[in-house]
């Protein structure tokens, strides 16, 4: 069985996913300033309702004559941008449209509002009383917004095919081909290109449509004359630019070593001096273009010169946002093992793929091999394992490859599901430890079977070398006799074969030899194909002793490659060892390079819930939330190990509801146990007696009469029933309620006995960290000094200690903030994380040190609101236009959360800051 498990090892190292993903949010785009947004964000008031009222209303429909698609009026789209959040639209703005003019138009529009609104059945019904024109296409759109392809081809097969408009006619081409009905979709196609014979663009995709087959040439051969625009017209321009694409990547596919595009670029340059003033969108595909558009093609197109000259310029760079250029950089980003990059590229490119897949022009690349491939790889790296096996059976329609069904066979075996590769495809040609070896069924039965004498008669009747044949039959037979594979991989290896060097150092390592196996290893590293398997093995002797750096040390040629088996042995040694951060950093790159896996997500859980354990900053909760979100993900069949990681995440993120629903899936009373008691305290106040009672009466039989004893006390503790809670427990002397006794002492100001219990405990520091925060949450400031201060003496390098005694001392009256800046900015360069840096930002603010504030600011990715409205305030003084910058971005901002009247006087400082500039 050896051979069968390194062949295996191999096959998945050298032919599987070797991907990386680079972890790099994508940035948040914000709203340019404009003078006229003031009025945009004093209408804001008005549309703050559930639902949508009269005068929201009269402001969509009060220019009648605008085109019914566009929004640009500022207050109309404030209003129509929060629509989703709507519940309904008002009487009142209901009688308005329907006493309106024109009634086509009207009806048209408020369908356009309940659609947007959520409500596409009310959408229909307006549509379908308005006569307007594009009526049917948008009642047709509806229902593939809502993937009833069916509903949609039912509706427009019920018009008249000759009075049906150019776009619902293309929609009915994209849903004959949904439904892979080829006699409708022949019909289809030659009627739409009698009636629109000069249609480029229509042309051009059906010229795109030869991509599902492969035909490249055929691509080639028809949008060729398309790449020079004949009219300054957008339709003319855009589809130029789109058939410049599209020959670019039918020419490198298939022309890679020699892709000419000379005359692409010609074009292309002739276009850019053309175009002025052209900026919109094309009749018939809405296909935008502009000169900046044609700008960022030509880059693209000069990047790739480049790289075809000099092999270190990177290639492609997504400078053009087209959906080629995207894709080109999805693979570039693939092979370069930076799966996050890719799958960014693809979204990029995605925006409106649904819309794009059934009606734009792009429907042909969209579904063809290419792109169908790229996609199910990004999906399987994402973990969603049930949509990639969905993509690759829509690839397996039109064609089949040994990748495509390798990644079939791995996606399924996430799932959980059998799979159908034969033991035989696991020897392949690239295989570098096992011999090229063709096996037949039979030697497939016998190896299954533990039939060994069958396996080495077949191996011996094989056409291959007497070489070959030793050392396979020694792989089958060394379990049973060691000693004689030994001398066959002795021999072997000194003949020169490295396969041989590997087998016997594994021999001498499970005999015991470990300088003689370290010698084997070494000599192995000398050659290319088993390089590899002797890194990993010396590594694995390192860990044997424990020692963790060793093993970092000995597989950085394979950590620069991001190697799969090395970066999961080191997250795995690290977790077994404890050691969390560095558990957290490799399975954070296997994620990051290989996408999201059971197994370093179970590894990054581990590390995480640690980490955060010890510093519960933000940031190491965001960490958890990171982490619950890419388990969710998983796509795969869900286990014992599965269920208790996303139990304890909950937990950690104090989400028992959650964390119930997960618990009762785990066999582990401890971690039953473990969640009731969190629930139970919960559920200690005085209104809550009820639940508390109830979750006594199903779950108390879990605990001890001790437990139950401490739970009472705790809960009379929560009520501030200090006295009879230290009634109860005054007999007990356990660590954990001589904490609560401490409690009770201190909120009942017995500091004496307080402090006798805490010197007399082994968990001092812990206690007194415990008593300041109940200060400092309950306000008692000087209390909470006093205590964090007793913490601090006996761990002074605890950052997080040190930053709440300070916290502590801002709000104690004539404080001397001086003396805590040093420390404060100690602490933040220690520990440069959220709640560190608002402790310094409040010392520099109460100091009055403007410029080092702002200065301190300015440097940070992401504010509060709170540091965002003191930086504007800063500015105001120097720049009001940048105070209106920060706090018309803050008011335009519909995710925010505001507190109480904090939004209202924004909107008056921004009032006063405008009239002022």
């Not at 070797?18 to 549309?47: Q, R």
């Not at 035989?424 to 060994?452: V, Y």
């Not at 082994?762 to 964090?788: P, V």
């Amino acid at each position: 069985m050896r051979i069968l498990i390194i062949t295996f090892l191999l096959l998945s190292s050298g032919g599987g996913l070797l991907f990386m993903m680079n972890d790099k949010p994508i940035e948040k785009k914000l709203p340019k300033v404009n003078k006229s947004n003031l009025k945009a964000i004093d209408y804001l008031d008005h549309i703050n309702d559930k639902e949508l009222n009269l005068s929201a209303t009269k402001e969509i429909f009060n220019k009648m004559n605008e085109n019914i698609n566009s929004r640009k009026r500022l207050k109309a789209i404030y209003v129509l941008s929060d629509l989703v959040s709507k519940t309904k639209i008002t009487d009142a703005s209901l009688n308005y449209i329907d006493s309106l003019p024109q009634r086509i138009f009207p009806q048209f529009k408020l369908g356009m509002i309940y659609f947007d609104m959520g409500k596409k059945s009310k959408a229909r019904e307006c549509w379908r009383k308005s006569s307007h024109e594009l009526s049917e296409l948008y009642i047709a759109r509806s229902y593939i917004s809502e993937f009833k392809y069916d509903k949609a081809l039912k509706f427009l097969l019920q018009q008249d095919l000759n009075q049906m408009n150019f776009q619902s006619l293309n929609l009915l081409y994209s849903l004959h081909f949904i439904k892979a009905d080829k006699t409708s979709l022949k019909t289809i196609l030659e009627h739409v290109s009698q009636r629109f014979p000069e249609n480029k663009e229509w042309q051009l995709k059906v010229a795109l449509m030869n991509f599902i087959g492969g035909d490249y040439h055929k691509v080639q051969e028809i949008i060729a004359p398309m790449i020079f625009s004949k009219e300054l017209e957008v339709s003319e321009l855009a589809c130029a630019y789109n058939a410049r694409m599209y020959l670019f990547i039918s020419r490198l596919i298939s022309q890679p070593k020699n892709t000419y595009i000379d005359d692409i670029l010609m074009a292309a340059k002739q276009d850019c001096q053309a175009i002025f003033d052209i900026s919109g969108r094309s009749q018939y595909f809405r296909l935008f273009i502009d000169q900046k558009t044609i700008e960022k093609e030509i880059v693209f197109y000069q990047n790739f010169i480049s790289s075809q000259k000099d092999s270190n310029t990177l290639f492609p760079t997504p400078s053009s946002s087209h959906l080629v250029s995207r894709y080109l950089s999805s693979r570039y980003y693939i092979s370069k093992k930076q799966f996050s990059a890719a799958s960014n590229s693809i979204k990029a490119a995605e925006f409106n793929r649904h819309i794009e897949q059934i009606e734009g022009l792009h429907l042909g690349f969209l579904n063809s091999p290419l792109y169908l491939f790229n996609n199910a790889q990004i999906l399987t790296l994402e973990g969603q394992h049930l949509s990639a096996l969905k993509v690759i059976e829509q690839l397996h329609q039109n064609s089949i490859s040994d990748a495509s069904i390798n990644l079939y066979q791995f996606n399924r075996q996430e799932l959980g599901k059998p799979s159908s590769t034969s033991l035989t495809t696991l020897f392949t040609k690239n295989n570098s430890l096992t011999p090229m070896l063709h096996l037949n069924k039979k030697f497939e039965e016998a190896i299954n079977d533990g039939n060994i004498h069958s396996a080495l008669e077949i191996i011996q009747k094989a056409s291959i070398s007497k070489q070959e044949k030793e050392f396979i039959s020694a792989c089958l037979i060394r379990k049973n006799d060691p000693t004689k594979a030994k001398q066959v991989f002795t021999r072997l290896g000194a003949a020169g074969l490295p396969q041989a060097l590997i087998e016997l150092a594994l021999i001498d390592y499970e005999q015991g030899q470990i300088n003689t196996s370290k010698n084997s290893l070494k000599k192995a590293l000398l050659f290319s194909s088993t390089r590899k398997s002797a890194l990993l093995l010396l590594a694995r002797l390192a860990a044997e002793n424990k020692e963790f750096k060793k093993m970092e040390e000995i597989l950085i040629p394979l950590r620069k490659e991001k190697d799969l088996q090395a970066l999961l042995i080191l997250a795995s040694k690290a977790l077994e060892l404890k050691l969390f951060p560095q558990a957290l950093k490799y399975s954070q790159e296997v994620i990051m390079s290989y996408g999201n896996r059971k197994a370093p997500l179970l590894i990054k859980a581990a590390a995480v819930m640690d980490i955060y354990s010890k510093l519960p900053t933000s940031e190491n909760k965001a960490l958890l939330r990171q982490t619950v979100q890419q388990i969710e993900k998983l796509q795969i069949a869900r286990d014992q190990a599965i269920h208790r990681a996303l139990t304890e995440l909950y937990f950690h993120l104090n989400d028992l509801k959650q964390a119930q629903e997960y618990m009762v899936k785990v066999d582990d009373p401890q971690l039953h146990k473990k969640i009731i008691s969190s629930q139970l305290k919960q559920n200690m106040a005085a209104s809550q007696i009820e639940s508390w009672q109830k979750l006594l009466t199903l779950h108390g039989d879990k605990f001890t009469d001790l437990e139950l004893l401490r739970f009472e006390s705790l809960r009379l503790i929560k009520n501030n029933k200090y006295s009879e809670a230290l009634q109860k427990i005054n007999h007990l002397t356990d660590r954990k309620t001589l904490t609560y006794k401490i409690i009770c002492l201190h909120q009942m100001k017995d500091f004496d006995k307080r402090n006798q219990l805490i010197s007399q405990c082994d968990q001092a520091l812990q206690n007194w960290r415990i008593l300041g925060d109940i200060s400092f949450r309950e306000q008692q400031y000087d209390q909470a000094a006093e205590c964090y201060k007793q913490a601090l003496a006996l761990q002074p390098s605890n950052i997080i200690i040190s930053n709440n005694y300070i916290s502590a001392i801002l709000e104690l009256p004539n404080a001397q903030f001086s003396t805590v800046l040093i420390h404060a900015e100690s602490n933040y360069q220690k520990l440069p994380q959220t709640q560190t840096l608002d402790t310094l930002i409040k010392v520099l603010s109460r100091l009055e040190k403007w410029e080092k504030l702002q200065k301190l600011l300015e440097q940070q990715d992401s504010l509060s609101i709170s540091n965002q409205l003191m930086l504007a305030k800063i500015y105001e003084s120097s720049s009001l236009k940048k105070t209106e910058e920060i706090l018309t971005r803050l008011l335009t901002d519909r995710t925010l959360v505001w507190h109480n009247n904090q939004k209202d006087e924004v909107l008056q400082w921004l009032r006063h800051c405008s009239q002022n500039h």
